[in-house]
């Protein structure tokens, strides 16, 4: 069953947390790619030092952030790696979840092909990865989630959220955010293989 619209629009803290254990699903020309996701991070708009969004500074970048929740924002790293973040929130609170790593489920020799590496654990464990094996990227930017191209579905049993834990920790990569810095708003499934960076804090749920 796909995700739809009032998902996405609350919190990004709340989206986040929610989108564990949830699929990423992308078709294109190439084939189907199926991801669960383990790893997120949420982005708290105009306050939160580490988003794009900080202090309301507005961009053709940025803009998508401005909609309603449910639509994907890509950027690029580094000029080399995508990443993808999904929109939350009502209109006008600018808030993102990024993904940062998943769980390979379907079209895994095509996400093998694309990351040139064969290496199941190494395929999407880490936003740059991720992007690559799935086959997002600028392309994407502003494409609708409840669409049917780039979208998220729930797993066939949905029982997956009562056998997960749920682990905090700091972002990753944002030393220059203050104190935004030592927010536990990065979310992962506890003891999971396909985790970017090892868990560190069990969140109480």
């Known amino acids: 069953m796909k995700v739809t619209r009032d998902f996405y629009q609350r919190s990004a803290v709340e989206v986040a947390k929610d989108l564990l254990g949830l699929v990423l699903v992308h078709e294109t020309k190439e084939g189907i790619t199926k991801g669960i996701i383990v790893e997120t991070e949420a982005y708290m708009g105009p306050k939160d030092a580490a988003a794009h969004s900080y202090k309301n500074i507005r961009s053709q970048r940025t803009e998508i952030q401005y909609g309603e929740g449910g639509y994907a924002y890509i950027y690029l790293i580094y000029g080399m790696y995508y990443c993808m973040n999904i929109v ?3 209109e006008e609170i600018p808030e993102v979840v990024l993904l940062r790593a998943l769980e390979p489920v379907e079209g895994i020799d095509l996400m093998k092909q694309r990351r040139k590496t064969d290496k199941l654990k190494n395929l999407c464990s880490g936003p740059g990865k991720l992007c690559a094996a799935m086959g997002i990227d600028k392309n994407n930017y502003g494409m609708d989630l409840c669409g049917n191209k780039l979208y998220l579905e729930y797993q066939d049993s949905i029982s997956y959220k009562e056998s997960i834990n749920i ?5 990753i990569n944002i030393d220059y955010a203050g104190e935004a810095k030592d927010y536990l708003w990065r ?10 960076v090892k868990d560190k804090k069990v969140l109480k749920k």
């Open 88 to 90: 939350t929130n009502k």
């Open 167 to 171: 682990v905090s920790s700091k972002r």
């Open 187 to 196: 979310y992962t499934i506890e003891n999971n293989e396909y985790v970017s």
